[in-house]
Protein backbone atom coordinates (compact mmCIF):
# COMPACT_ATOMS: atom_id res chain seq x y z
CA UNK A 1 0.00 0.00 0.00
CA UNK A 2 1.10 3.52 -0.89
CA UNK A 3 1.77 5.45 3.00
CA UNK A 4 0.73 9.04 2.72
CA UNK A 5 2.14 11.60 5.27
CA UNK A 6 1.50 14.93 5.95
CA UNK A 7 2.73 17.40 8.17
CA UNK A 8 2.20 19.35 10.02
CA UNK A 9 -0.30 17.76 12.39
CA UNK A 10 -1.90 20.69 13.45
CA UNK A 11 -1.26 24.46 12.83
CA UNK A 12 -2.22 27.63 14.74
CA UNK A 13 -3.32 30.60 12.52
CA UNK A 14 -5.08 33.58 12.24
CA UNK A 15 -7.47 35.37 9.81
CA UNK A 16 -5.60 36.61 6.82
CA UNK A 17 -2.93 34.24 7.11
CA UNK A 18 -1.47 32.30 4.18
CA UNK A 19 -1.29 28.64 5.31
CA UNK A 20 0.96 25.52 3.34
CA UNK A 21 0.41 21.83 4.54
CA UNK A 22 2.58 19.46 2.78
CA UNK A 23 1.67 15.71 1.86
CA UNK A 24 4.49 13.27 1.25
CA UNK A 25 3.46 9.65 -0.77
CA UNK A 26 5.78 7.03 0.26
CA UNK A 27 6.16 6.17 -3.33
CA UNK A 28 5.46 8.07 -7.00
CA UNK A 29 2.25 9.00 -7.19
CA UNK A 30 2.74 11.63 -10.45
CA UNK A 31 0.00 14.04 -9.89
CA UNK A 32 -3.03 11.34 -8.33
CA UNK A 33 -3.44 13.29 -5.33
CA UNK A 34 -6.48 14.92 -4.13
CA UNK A 35 -7.10 17.29 -1.19
CA UNK A 36 -10.44 17.27 1.16
CA UNK A 37 -11.89 19.51 4.07
CA UNK A 38 -13.41 18.46 6.67
CA UNK A 39 -14.79 20.44 9.56
CA UNK A 40 -16.21 18.47 13.25
CA UNK A 41 -18.95 16.60 13.15
CA UNK A 42 -19.22 16.60 9.04
CA UNK A 43 -18.43 15.09 6.00
CA UNK A 44 -15.48 15.65 4.27
CA UNK A 45 -15.76 18.33 1.21
CA UNK A 46 -13.67 17.69 -2.16
CA UNK A 47 -11.22 20.62 -3.18
CA UNK A 48 -8.43 19.76 -5.42
CA UNK A 49 -8.00 16.89 -7.67
CA UNK A 50 -4.74 15.77 -10.24
CA UNK A 51 -2.68 17.85 -7.52
CA UNK A 52 -3.69 21.07 -8.44
CA UNK A 53 -7.01 21.46 -10.07
CA UNK A 54 -10.09 23.02 -8.13
CA UNK A 55 -13.47 21.24 -7.71
CA UNK A 56 -15.97 23.46 -8.66
CA UNK A 57 -17.02 25.81 -6.92
CA UNK A 58 -13.77 26.04 -4.53
CA UNK A 59 -12.77 29.65 -4.04
CA UNK A 60 -9.52 30.74 -5.79
CA UNK A 61 -7.29 31.02 -2.59
CA UNK A 62 -6.96 27.29 -2.40
CA UNK A 63 -4.42 25.94 -4.66
CA UNK A 64 -2.37 22.67 -4.93
CA UNK A 65 1.02 21.98 -6.29
CA UNK A 66 3.34 19.07 -6.73
CA UNK A 67 3.90 16.02 -8.14
CA UNK A 68 6.03 12.82 -7.70
CA UNK A 69 6.08 11.83 -3.82
CA UNK A 70 5.91 16.17 -2.61
CA UNK A 71 2.55 17.94 -2.95
CA UNK A 72 1.25 21.12 -1.00
CA UNK A 73 -2.10 22.68 -0.11
CA UNK A 74 -2.02 25.95 0.14
CA UNK A 75 -4.78 29.02 1.55
CA UNK A 76 -4.58 32.31 0.87
CA UNK A 77 -5.48 34.86 3.12
CA UNK A 78 -7.29 32.24 5.44
CA UNK A 79 -11.12 33.13 6.23
CA UNK A 80 -13.13 31.84 9.13
CA UNK A 81 -14.93 29.09 7.46
CA UNK A 82 -11.46 27.31 6.43
CA UNK A 83 -10.80 26.16 10.22
CA UNK A 84 -10.94 22.78 9.81
CA UNK A 85 -8.70 18.90 8.90
CA UNK A 86 -7.17 19.02 5.54
CA UNK A 87 -6.42 15.28 4.35
CA UNK A 88 -5.16 14.75 1.41
CA UNK A 89 -5.60 10.88 -0.55
CA UNK A 90 -3.63 9.04 -3.47
CA UNK A 91 -5.45 7.33 -6.33
CA UNK A 92 -2.53 6.13 -8.37
CA UNK A 93 -3.62 2.96 -6.70
CA UNK A 94 -5.78 0.69 -4.98
CA UNK A 95 -6.13 0.52 -2.11
CA UNK A 96 -6.73 4.58 -2.03
CA UNK A 97 -4.83 6.06 0.93
CA UNK A 98 -5.35 8.74 2.91
CA UNK A 99 -2.87 11.02 5.00
CA UNK A 100 -3.35 11.40 8.75
CA UNK A 101 -4.64 15.06 8.42
CA UNK A 102 -3.98 18.60 9.35
CA UNK A 103 -6.22 20.58 11.64
CA UNK A 104 -5.85 24.15 10.98
CA UNK A 105 -7.32 26.11 13.99
CA UNK A 106 -7.79 30.17 15.14
CA UNK A 107 -4.46 31.13 17.07
CA UNK B 1 -28.33 17.94 -6.84
CA UNK B 2 -27.03 13.93 -6.11
CA UNK B 3 -27.57 13.11 -2.12
CA UNK B 4 -26.08 10.52 -0.57
CA UNK B 5 -27.73 8.73 2.57
CA UNK B 6 -26.56 6.04 4.84
CA UNK B 7 -28.39 3.90 6.82
CA UNK B 8 -28.66 1.11 9.17
CA UNK B 9 -27.78 -0.01 12.58
CA UNK B 10 -25.90 2.16 15.12
CA UNK B 11 -24.65 -0.94 17.42
CA UNK B 12 -23.28 -4.12 16.00
CA UNK B 13 -22.26 -6.84 18.37
CA UNK B 14 -18.76 -8.56 17.94
CA UNK B 15 -18.57 -10.98 15.80
CA UNK B 16 -21.49 -10.43 13.79
CA UNK B 17 -21.84 -8.35 10.55
CA UNK B 18 -22.30 -5.19 10.19
CA UNK B 19 -24.94 -3.38 7.06
CA UNK B 20 -25.54 -0.52 5.75
CA UNK B 21 -27.00 0.66 2.98
CA UNK B 22 -26.65 4.49 0.78
CA UNK B 23 -29.39 5.51 -1.16
CA UNK B 24 -28.63 7.69 -3.85
CA UNK B 25 -31.06 10.17 -4.68
CA UNK B 26 -31.38 13.40 -7.13
CA UNK B 27 -29.70 11.06 -9.83
CA UNK B 28 -28.87 7.71 -11.11
CA UNK B 29 -26.70 5.45 -9.60
CA UNK B 30 -25.60 4.33 -12.93
CA UNK B 31 -22.58 4.80 -14.81
CA UNK B 32 -20.90 5.85 -11.60
CA UNK B 33 -18.46 4.10 -9.14
CA UNK B 34 -19.92 3.86 -5.28
CA UNK B 35 -17.39 3.72 -2.59
CA UNK B 36 -17.40 3.50 1.26
CA UNK B 37 -14.99 4.98 3.39
CA UNK B 38 -14.66 5.04 7.53
CA UNK B 39 -13.26 6.94 10.30
CA UNK B 40 -12.96 5.90 13.77
CA UNK B 41 -13.54 7.90 16.10
CA UNK B 42 -10.86 11.27 16.86
CA UNK B 43 -8.96 9.14 13.71
CA UNK B 44 -8.07 9.48 9.68
CA UNK B 45 -10.41 7.98 6.85
CA UNK B 46 -9.92 4.85 5.65
CA UNK B 47 -10.90 3.69 2.09
CA UNK B 48 -12.99 0.10 1.91
CA UNK B 49 -13.75 -0.31 -1.29
CA UNK B 50 -15.91 0.83 -4.32
CA UNK B 51 -18.53 -0.44 -6.87
CA UNK B 52 -19.51 -0.15 -10.48
CA UNK B 53 -23.07 -0.32 -11.37
CA UNK B 54 -22.48 -3.61 -13.01
CA UNK B 55 -21.23 -5.19 -9.73
CA UNK B 56 -17.74 -4.91 -10.31
CA UNK B 57 -15.96 -4.69 -7.05
CA UNK B 58 -12.02 -3.44 -5.72
CA UNK B 59 -11.80 -3.93 -1.63
CA UNK B 60 -8.78 -2.79 0.26
CA UNK B 61 -7.10 -5.73 1.56
CA UNK B 62 -5.86 -4.05 5.01
CA UNK B 63 -9.42 -4.69 6.22
CA UNK B 64 -9.40 -7.37 8.79
CA UNK B 65 -13.16 -8.32 8.53
CA UNK B 66 -14.55 -9.50 5.22
CA UNK B 67 -16.40 -6.78 3.06
CA UNK B 68 -18.84 -7.29 0.76
CA UNK B 69 -20.44 -4.06 -1.05
CA UNK B 70 -23.17 -4.57 -3.49
CA UNK B 71 -25.43 -2.54 -5.39
CA UNK B 72 -29.17 -2.13 -6.45
CA UNK B 73 -30.11 -0.30 -9.58
CA UNK B 74 -33.58 -0.81 -9.02
CA UNK B 75 -33.86 0.69 -6.29
CA UNK B 76 -30.75 3.23 -6.50
CA UNK B 77 -28.78 1.97 -3.43
CA UNK B 78 -25.27 0.21 -2.85
CA UNK B 79 -24.77 -1.45 0.35
CA UNK B 80 -21.61 -2.29 2.66
CA UNK B 81 -21.39 -5.93 4.82
CA UNK B 82 -18.83 -6.37 7.15
CA UNK B 83 -18.34 -9.70 8.81
CA UNK B 84 -16.92 -10.87 12.02
CA UNK B 85 -16.85 -7.35 13.05
CA UNK B 86 -14.73 -6.04 16.35
CA UNK B 87 -14.22 -3.31 18.52
CA UNK B 88 -11.89 -1.89 15.98
CA UNK B 89 -14.45 -1.98 13.39
CA UNK B 90 -16.15 1.24 15.50
CA UNK B 91 -16.25 4.54 13.30
CA UNK B 92 -18.19 6.87 11.09
CA UNK B 93 -19.03 4.76 8.14
CA UNK B 94 -19.58 7.18 4.58
CA UNK B 95 -21.02 6.38 1.59
CA UNK B 96 -19.46 8.97 -1.28
CA UNK B 97 -19.52 8.57 -4.88
CA UNK B 98 -16.38 8.01 -7.32
CA UNK B 99 -15.34 10.62 -10.12
CA UNK B 100 -12.60 10.02 -12.45
CA UNK B 101 -10.59 12.02 -14.57
CA UNK B 102 -8.32 11.57 -17.12
CA UNK B 103 -4.78 13.59 -17.33
CA UNK B 104 -3.00 14.30 -20.44
CA UNK B 105 -0.89 11.06 -20.16
CA UNK B 106 -4.57 9.32 -20.47
CA UNK B 107 -3.82 8.01 -16.72
CA UNK B 108 -7.21 7.90 -15.01
CA UNK B 109 -7.16 9.97 -11.54
CA UNK B 110 -10.56 8.66 -8.75
CA UNK B 111 -11.78 10.97 -6.15
CA UNK B 112 -14.32 11.17 -4.13
CA UNK B 113 -16.73 14.18 -5.08
CA UNK B 114 -20.17 13.44 -2.70
CA UNK B 115 -20.58 12.31 0.28
CA UNK B 116 -22.99 11.09 2.48
CA UNK B 117 -23.46 12.58 6.48
CA UNK B 118 -22.21 9.38 7.60
CA UNK B 119 -23.49 7.06 10.09
CA UNK B 120 -22.19 5.99 13.65
CA UNK B 121 -21.19 2.35 14.12
CA UNK B 122 -20.49 1.13 16.86
CA UNK B 123 -19.27 -2.53 17.97
CA UNK B 124 -19.78 -3.70 21.40
CA UNK B 125 -21.97 -6.02 23.30
Known amino acids: DIQMTQSPSSLSASIGDRVTITCRAS??????LNWYQQKPGTAPKFLIY???TLQSGVPSRFSGSGSGTDFTLTIDSLKPEDFASYYC?????????FGPGTKVDIK | QVQLQESGPGLVKPSETLSLTCTVS????????WSWIRQPPGKGLEWIGY???????NYNPSLKSPVTISVDTSKNQFSLKLSSVTAADTAVYYCARVVYYYDNSGSRDDAFDIWGQGTMVTVSS
Open chain 2, 51 to 57: IYDSGNT
Open chain 1, 27 to 32: QSISSH
Open chain 1, 50 to 52: GAS
Open chain 2, 26 to 33: GGSISNYY
Open chain 1, 89 to 97: QQSYSTPFT
